[in-house]
């Protein structure tokens, strides 16, 4: 193992996080929200069984912004918003930010999906946040916040990896 002068390893980790920060900033979407929203919908219709409740409302190189409509579809007892209507917009807006990152890759899946739930939702639409943390050759890992519409308080956060098939 070599040695490292003073302050070598800091410069590195500087230019790291350049790095990553670049991907957020740097780089133009691979796909445009409307031609994300268009891909879903001829790959995915059945996102659509109860109506238009999933919208892409931005996406840049490695971040996404979904918003899923409040709907009766979506509740569970009690009148809130059901644990999988939450996974279901968090593990969407992952695979939409790694979609504006690599372009139409259809066959990108999820290898793992983890939610902690904050607080209860309020009864209205659901806001998802995410941003790739890595992006490499075969795997993408990023980060979901989920908010209320209107709120800023963030009712989960989810962590998730998809799987990149080989282009």
Partial sequence: MRSRAPGEWRARQGRVREKAGAM???SSAAMSAAEIEAFLDREFPEIHLHGRIFSVEAVSHGR??????????QLRPGSTISGPAMMTLA??????????AIGPVGLAVTTNLSINFLRKPEPRALIAE??????GKRLAVGEVTLRSEG???VVAHVTGTYSIPAR
Avoid: N, P
């Fill in 24 to 26: 957020d900033t740097k």
């Fill in 64 to 73: 996404a912004r979904l918003r899923m409509a409040y709907h009766a579809s």
């Fill in 91 to 100: 593990d969407l807006a992952l695979y939409v930010a790694v979609l504006g």
């Fill in 130 to 135: 995410c941003r790739l943390l890595k992006l």
């Fill in 151 to 153: 709120s800023e308080d």
